[in-house]
């Protein structure tokens, strides 16, 4: 499995992507 900058947490069907970004913190990003 390839490693990217934002790694996806592996769920059954909500697949989601925690991002962390200066200045705004930590957002869920769902996909």
Do not use: C, H, N, S
């Amino acid at each position: 499995m390839a490693y990217t900058a934002a790694r996806p947490l592996v769920r059954e069907k909500p697949r989601y992507i925690d991002v962390t970004i200066d200045g705004v913190g930590k957002q869920r990003v769902w996909f």
